[in-house]
């Protein structure tokens, strides 16, 4: 029995299979057309179902070659690997090349999945059980963050806060296509994305999923025991579950961290799953059902202080009405110079953040900034590959002592303490390119 047990299973089921161990529920050829890119391509193809572009790469020249062809930004991952491990999205060729050093490490046995990222998508995630006879669905899930966040890491809503009922009866139409097709005898598991009103199919996980026990408790029904007496051979007529449940309240789910506990970890979510555990929160109402599943995840929401923005240049429009909304809250608002400007044109009077810190990127830098600031920051894995040895953060952390030298994302050299920052007067600017214009400018300036 291999489709209540995660994703590690669905590795095994095919080597079991071929040892002779009979497999109960779903057919391992039906994971293996789910879990394979080009025959799942295949699948969505005779269904007439949407996917965004991509293909399988075994190489960093492969990879480049697809990215090039469909453009970027990509997402990437290995195939048949849990929590979203070493899936990252890429924006450029640099990127992408430090990419497929980890990937292949991480699973060596398995293609790389190259994907055309849905920028500000809506993500929705379909939990269904299934017999021979028939497909139920038991919960579409809307989550809250766009997509590009591990559906993990996620906070939904169930049933969806902001889809139409159309849209909603697609998803149930193409989540009972693919049960059929695929011949799932048991739980299954959906993720689609919604951009400019058409319905992508992310990926198919004919298993149970993390969101089997939120949705069962959601919907009052115990669906892993019912996946287990359906893959025995019970059928879903006889244990009484024939259709979707109608529900009169909206139940959110949300992801609880670990950052408390960790002082100094990357706190920015991604596609890599994160999260340690998740809560729920009822209510008739979407709001206060979101507001009891905050107050259940340790993270009670502020009705006052200070608002820190920065947002890359495509993001400004969409900002304004947001930093519009958080003074009118009696949010102070503060933003780096790009975002500020916009939003002071509008009359907002936010206060501009000075980034002053920068990453020095060679040994003559680090000396300036050393001499200059008191302090060296070191931000996330790309340290080393702006021509930083591991020796030299080293030597600087020694000679400056515990208090001089900053954090910020994730630490490049391992086995050397270095604290977080706590301060604005430590942010930087977290793009390669800024980065480098920054210290340009301080060598330049002395």
């Not at 009922?165 to 296509?177: E, G, L, P, W």
């Not at 051979?233 to 309240?249: D, V």
């Amino acid at each position: 029995m291999t489709d209540i047990r995660g994703q590690t299973p669905l590795k095994l089921v095919v080597p079991l299979e071929k040892a002779g161990v009979p497999i109960l529920g779903t057919p391992p050829d039906a994971i293996d057309r789910a879990e394979d890119r080009r025959r799942f391509s295949d699948l969505l193809e005779t269904l007439h179902l949407a996917q965004a572009p991509g293909d399988t790469a075994r190489s960093y020249e492969e990879a480049e070659r697809i990215a090039v062809n469909i453009g970027y930004p990509v997402l990437v991952r290995p195939s048949y690997v849990l929590g979203g491990r070493a899936m990252q999205i890429v924006y450029d060729q640099e990127d992408l090349l430090r990419y497929m050093t980890e990937a292949v490490r991480v699973s060596p046995e398995h293609p790389i999945l190259v994907d055309k990222f849905l920028e500000d998508a809506l993500e929705i995630d379909v939990d269904a059980i299934a017999d021979r006879e028939r497909v139920v669905v038991g919960g579409v899930m809307e989550h809250i963050e766009k997509a590009g966040i591990h559906s993990g890491d996620s906070a939904c809503a169930l049933p969806p806060y902001s889809l139409g009922d159309d849209q909603i009866d697609r998803i149930k139409h193409q989540t009972r296509a693919l049960a059929r097709e695929l011949g799932v005898i048991g739980l299954l598991n959906i993720q689609f994305a919604i951009k400019n009103e058409q319905i992508f199919v992310l990926e198919v996980n004919p298993r149970a999923s993390r969101t089997v026990p939120f949705v069962s408790k959601a919907i009052g029904v115990p669906l892993a025991k019912l996946a287990t007496k359906v893959m025995l051979g019970t059928t879903l007529r006889e244990l009484g579950f024939t259709e979707e449940k109608e529900l009169k309240h909206i139940a959110v789910k949300e992801a609880v961290f670990p950052f408390v506990k960790f002082p100094g970890v990357d706190a920015v979510l991604g596609p890599e799953m994160k999260s340690t555990g998740e809560v729920m929160g009822i209510d008739r109402d979407f709001r206060k059902a979101y507001v009891k599943s905050q107050l259940s995840a340790g993270s009670p929401l502020p009705t006052s202080g200070k608002v820190f923005l920065s947002v890359k240049n495509r993001d400004k429009r969409a900002v304004l009405p947001i930093a519009k909304r958080l003074a009118e809250m009696g949010f102070s608002v503060v933003a780096t110079a790009g975002t500020a400007k916009l939003l002071n044109r509008q009359g907002m009077g936010v206060e501009v953040v000075d980034l002053r810190s920068v990453v020095p990127l060679d040994q003559e830098t680090v000396v300036a900034s050393v001499a200059r600031t008191g302090r060296l920051l070191v931000v996330d894995e790309d340290y080393l590959s702006f021509g930083l040895s591991g020796e030299l953060v080293a030597r600087t952390v020694e000679a400056l002592g515990p208090g001089g030298v900053r954090g910020v994302r994730r630490l490049a050299v391992p086995d050397v303490p270095i604290p977080a920052a706590k301060s604005l007067e430590d942010v930087v600017i977290p793009s390669t390119g800024a980065i480098a214009d920054a210290a340009r400018s301080l060598v330049e300036a002395g």
